[in-house]
């Protein structure tokens, strides 16, 4: 009796012919040519590889038909032994990754994109590692046994152009540049130069840039050189992992260049709607901050601002660590002169100004740009003269914001509150915002989240049912939850090396630069194995003393530090935890009370390491020390041993009015204010559960110079 569940091989070839149709449209027949060719293929074949080869390369060729040429010359490299040198000899030269012999080295440049050695014999086992991350898709492609929806699955990882390791060395950055430009709309804008910035904001941009690999930096500089600002368009994609991405709640572009680990960041880039630009001063009955008045865009004071307070944490970071920080870098800002609508572009005056420019909605944002205006006034954001007329008003709004945009480099998008929104029960719902998913769409959609977050990823034998229960099924595996963990530890021992060196220069963001929308994790591959950061990207409220500042002023920086605590790790309340830094990790990676208990540890032991050592470098390093007022360094640790002797006062009234003297008279030694002590007090006193909670930092020696190093 025949088995009425097994497809016959004809209605097999005609569902398959189906899908191709659907999914290659016009390129249909050269994907139908190159699957006849895939499939039957159980090994390594030069011959069919070369034709691949020729595919991937041919600018004339359909460009998804090019990415499945590069998916498939994978796949059959995943076929191939680690001692077949013959094979990896020919493929690497076809590559242009080194000369035909097994005697060459694989060239340099492969040790800049994250490989740990270009020894050829070396260099296979590690190439091999890298193309099995995505072993998940590849292992379901058995000839004529593959089912229909693990070819939608390989044809869908097609398209994730950053996941194609093998593409940019068959990509050129000149077509990837063309093919970000064809998913955009552009505008004339000019570049922005600021003569007043400091030296070492330019010296960071170039270090960001020299650090990328050759590829990814002829990308950025075919962009950030052209002179044009870039826009949403209504085909630009929501997808994550697309070439260009315009996240979900955002309004910023991302672009995540093929085969490539790095990510940059255009911000902003406009609403995906006829108006782009747009003013709002209220939203839901609460009125916006000034930062958020001009809607799709960023304010150019706001982005200079941003960009020099994020350099020189970094340079911070780096001096006293000797390491990068996990910060993203400001690479280029450019003026926004006009904005693209349904029929051209229009420069800005005229688009807020005039209704047909403008379009719907332009009564409502007009009255949002008086109160805009007259807010930004009463502010101080400066004093302008008053023009009469609707061009007056215009002119005012665009003169208090100056409408701009930057790039940035090394981002993520997968942000942290996204990400456990992602991996919660709705996590699928969440995503797929406008359509139910099919069961195949949200396992994919699971896979490619959990891929992220633990950089090497091996998927549950469960089949999906339920997003909370294939989430939870994929953390059980035991490779999985040894990845987790240790991830897990990595991450919060990174957030509390950054916050420990803010807390010892006095800096601090609100809250801002540590909030989940603001701070996200990516997978990166690096000496050779595929790994995990966290990047700290918007820093429009970071605040550090800089060479004008002679005194710790703790009434304006204790608010805003407990604000960074509120955001980072707090406990002060359950639901405030849930909504931190480190309460998203706990979400995303499902930690236990036991791995949580460590990341507490983990945190307070590196937050007084990362502390200390900030102290002792400010003392001993003249680069780190040039950043400074002297006078501020000297007094440095005034601050700790105010704290220290003030949260260890007992009630002995002869004790404490011994200790008062004595602050007092070191105080006065130092040319402080004869208000300075009692300032101080009130401000210990008034964040005393804040202090104690932190009381490790302030236990230290009086000289930090002295330290024994950590």
């Known amino acids: 009796m025949k088995n009425s569940r097994r497809s016959s091989p004809s209605s097999s070839h005609a569902r398959l012919l189906a899908l191709l149709n659907t999914e290659f449209q016009s390129a249909a027949d050269q994907a139908r040519e190159l699957f006849r060719e895939f499939l039957p293929l159980g090994k390594f074949n030069a011959g069919f590889c070369s034709k691949l080869?020729?595919?991937?390369?041919?600018?004339?060729?359909?460009?998804?038909?090019?990415?499945?040429?590069?998916?498939?010359?994978?796949?059959?490299?995943?076929?191939?032994?680690?001692?077949?040198?013959?094979?990896?000899d020919w493929l690497f030269t076809q590559l242009d990754l080194k000369r035909p012999g097994r005697?060459?080295?694989?060239?340099?440049?492969?040790?800049?994109?994250?490989?740990?050695?270009?020894?050829?014999?070396?260099?296979?086992?590690?190439?091999?590692?890298?193309?099995?991350?995505?072993?998940?898709?590849?292992?379901?492609?058995?000839?004529?046994?593959?089912?229909?929806?693990?070819?939608?699955?390989?044809?869908?990882?097609?398209?994730?152009?950053?996941?194609?390791?093998?593409?940019?060395?068959?990509?050129?950055?000149?077509?990837?540049?063309?093919?970000?430009?064809?998913?955009?709309?552009?505008?004339?804008?000019v570049i922005d130069v600021d003569s007043s910035e400091p030296a070492y904001m330019e010296q960071e941009t170039s270090r960001a840039i020299e650090r990328l690999p050759d590829y990814e930096a002829q990308i950025l500089n075919g962009l950030r050189h052209a002179s044009k600002t870039y826009w949403v368009a209504e085909s630009t994609s929501s997808e994550i992992n697309s070439l260009v991405e315009y996240p979900l709640t955002t309004v910023v572009l991302v672009i995540k260049p093929p085969g490539s680990d790095v990510e940059f960041e255009i911000k902003r880039a406009g609403r995906k709607s006829n108006t782009p630009l747009n003013v709002v001063y209220a939203r839901n009955g609460y009125t916006v901050p000034p930062s958020h008045r001009l809607d799709g865009g960023s304010m150019q004071w706001l982005l200079r601002f941003e960009a020099n307070s994020a350099s020189r944490l970094a340079l911070i970071y780096r001096l006293v660590h000797q390491t990068e920080?996990?910060?993203?870098?400001?690479?280029?800002?450019?003026?926004?002169?006009?904005?693209?609508?349904?029929e051209d572009e229009v420069q800005t005056l005229p688009y807020?100004?005039?209704?047909?420019?403008?379009?719907?909605?332009?009564?409502?944002?007009?009255?949002?740009?008086?109160?805009?205006?007259?807010?930004?006034?009463?502010?101080?954001?400066?004093?302008?003269?008053?023009?009469?007329?609707?061009?007056?008003?215009?002119?005012?709004?665009?003169?208090h914001v100056n409408p701009a945009q930057a790039i940035l480099c090394g981002t993520s998008s997968f942000r942290l509150d996204k990400l456990a929104r992602y991996l919660s029960s709705e996590g699928a719902k969440q995503y797929f915002i406008d359509d139910s998913p099919s069961t195949w769409q949200a396992q994919r959609f699971a896979d490619e989240i959990l891929e992220e977050v633990l950089g090497v990823y091996e998927p549950p034998r469960a089949r999906y049912r339920?997003?909370?229960?294939?989430?939870?099924?994929?953390?059980?595996?035991?490779?999985?939850?040894?990845?987790?963990?240790?991830?897990?530890?990595?991450?919060?021992?990174?957030?509390?090396?950054?916050?420990?060196?803010?807390?010892?220069?006095?800096?601090?963001?609100?809250?801002?630069?540590f909030v989940g929308r603001n701070v996200g994790l990516k997978s990166f591959w690096h000496n050779g194995e595929w790994q995990v950061r966290i990047i700290f990207m918007d820093h429009d409220a970071l605040e550090i003393p800089g060479p004008e500042n002679k005194f710790f002023y703790a009434h304006g920086t204790m608010p805003n530090t407990f604000l960074d605590e509120r955001h980072i790790w707090s406990r002060l309340r359950p639901d405030m935890f849930a909504t931190s830094a480190v309460g998203y990790l706990n979400k995303i990676y499902r930690?236990?009370?036991?791995?949580?208990?460590?990341?507490?540890?983990?945190?307070?032991?590196?937050?007084?390491?990362?502390?200390?050592?900030?102290?002792?470098?400010?003392?001993?390093?003249?680069?780190?020390?040039?950043?400074?007022?002297?006078?501020?360094?000297?007094?440095?640790?005034?601050w700790d041993e105010l704290v220290h002797g003030r949260l260890q006062l007992n009630g002995d009234k002869s004790v404490n009015a011994k200790w008062k003297r004595k602050m007092k008279r070191m105080l006065s030694a130092k040319r402080y204010r004869r208000e300075a002590f009692d300032s101080y007090v009130e401000i210990i006193d008034k964040y005393r559960e804040f202090l104690l909670r932190n009381w490790q930092l302030f236990d230290i020696e009086r000289d930090p110079s002295q330290m024994n190093r950590q």
Request: glycine fraction near 6%; charged fraction near 25%.
């Open 53 to 88: 080869l020729s595919f991937a390369r041919q600018p004339e060729v359909a460009w998804e038909i090019r990415r499945l040429a590069v998916l498939m010359i994978e796949n059959q490299t995943l076929k191939l032994p680690s001692d077949s040198f013959d094979q990896f």
């Open 103 to 189: 005697d060459e080295a694989i060239v340099d440049s492969v040790l800049h994109e994250g490989y740990s050695t270009n020894d050829f014999y070396d260099f296979i086992p590690e190439f091999l590692r890298k193309l099995k991350r995505l072993d998940r898709v590849h292992r379901k492609i058995r000839g004529a046994r593959t089912s229909l929806g693990a070819l939608r699955e390989f044809i869908e990882l097609s398209r994730r152009d950053c996941k194609l390791s093998l593409a940019r060395y068959l990509f050129s950055p000149d077509e990837i540049v063309a093919q970000i430009l064809s998913r955009l709309q552009t505008t004339d804008g």
């Open 325 to 342: 920080a996990p910060l993203a870098s400001y690479v280029s800002r450019s003026t926004i002169y006009s904005v693209p609508t349904s």
């Open 352 to 399: 807020f100004t005039d209704a047909d420019s403008f379009g719907h909605g332009f009564r409502e944002m007009r009255v949002a740009m008086a109160e805009s205006v007259a807010a930004f006034k009463a502010e101080g954001y400066g004093e302008l003269p008053v023009f009469p007329g609707d061009l007056g008003l215009t002119a005012q709004f665009i003169n």
């Open 466 to 513: 339920t997003h909370d229960q294939y989430v939870a099924a994929a953390f059980s595996v035991a490779g999985n939850r040894v990845r987790a963990d240790a991830i897990y530890l990595s991450l919060v021992e990174q957030i509390a090396r950054l916050w420990g060196t803010l807390l010892a220069v006095r800096g601090h963001s609100r809250g801002e630069s």
């Open 591 to 638: 930690a236990g009370d036991d791995l949580d208990a460590q990341g507490q540890q983990l945190a307070r032991v590196t937050l007084k390491d990362a502390y200390r050592k900030t102290l002792r470098e400010m003392t001993v390093n003249a680069q780190l020390r040039a950043l400074f007022n002297q006078e501020f360094i000297e007094r440095l640790c005034d």
